[in-house]
T-cell receptor
């Protein structure tokens, strides 16, 4: 089966609330993880990445958490805004030290913002 | 402006037609990629070029033929496609395919419909 996956295909949150999108992976050798955002009619847009030697990394309104013990990755979006509506998917690099051509993508979670 | 430009945005073709998709990146990257994105499926890597040399052909049928004349341009030549080839075709670029130190940058894709 697919090693990079999402717990929920759709996530609905109220505007202003925090959103948490989850991703599971199964390969312990994966050493690099990325979150992408894809809006309707557009290509995936890089949000944030994290290496396996870190547990947490913060960006602007976003935080990625990596739990290597349970092979779990999450993306937290603070104070969700209407512009955050999109499909979010994670990607892992299964080849330790490998390049961008080794990325495996999940199917994605559709984040819906309720007014 | 994504830095990676794809044309056309939409393409409808019959199974006997020959068409080409074009991708151009303005980021100074050396690696370029073709991905296929089908509904409810993860991104599928098709081809990888690094410094104009093809480094990966991910078991793609011969009716898809890539061409990379230089590090900034990438083409996907299409002929005798099948209806199941209908999908969003995404072009991406990265600094190189070496150890990941820059994520993939995607274009907005070409929505292909095969009739």
């Amino acid at each position: 089966g697919e090693s990079v996956g999402l717990h929920l295909p759709t996530l609905s949150v109220q505007e202003g609330d925090n959103s948490i999108i989850n991703c599971a992976y199964s390969n312990s050798a994966s050493d690099y993880f990325i979150w992408y955002k894809q809006e309707s009619g557009k290509g995936p847009q890089f949000i944030i990445d994290i290496r396996s030697n870190m547990d947490k990394r913060q960006g602007q309104r976003v935080t990625v958490l990596l739990n290597k013990t349970v092979k779990h990755l999450s993306l937290q979006i603070a104070a969700t805004q209407p512009g955050d509506s999109a499909v979010y998917f994670c990607a892992e690099n299964r080849h330790s030290g490998g390049g961008a051509d080794g990325l495996t993508f999940g199917k994605g979670t559709h984040l819906i913002i309720q007014p | 402006e994504t830095g990676v430009t794809q044309t056309p945005r939409h393409l409808v073709m019959g199974m006997t037609n020959k068409k080409s998709l074009k991708c151009e990146q303005h980021l100074g990257h050396n690696a370029m990629y073709w991905y296929k994105q089908s509904a409810k499926k993860p991104l599928e890597l098709m081809f990888v070029y690094n410094f104009k040399e093809q480094t990966e052909n991910n078991s793609v049928p011969s009716r898809f033929s890539p061409e990379c004349p230089n590090s900034s341009h990438l083409f996907l030549h299409l002929h005798t496609l099948q209806p199941e080839d209908s999908a969003l075709y995404l072009c991406a670029s990265s600094q190189t395919t070496g150890p990941v130190n820059s994520p993939l940058h995607f274009g907005n894709g070409t929505r292909l419909t095969v009739t």
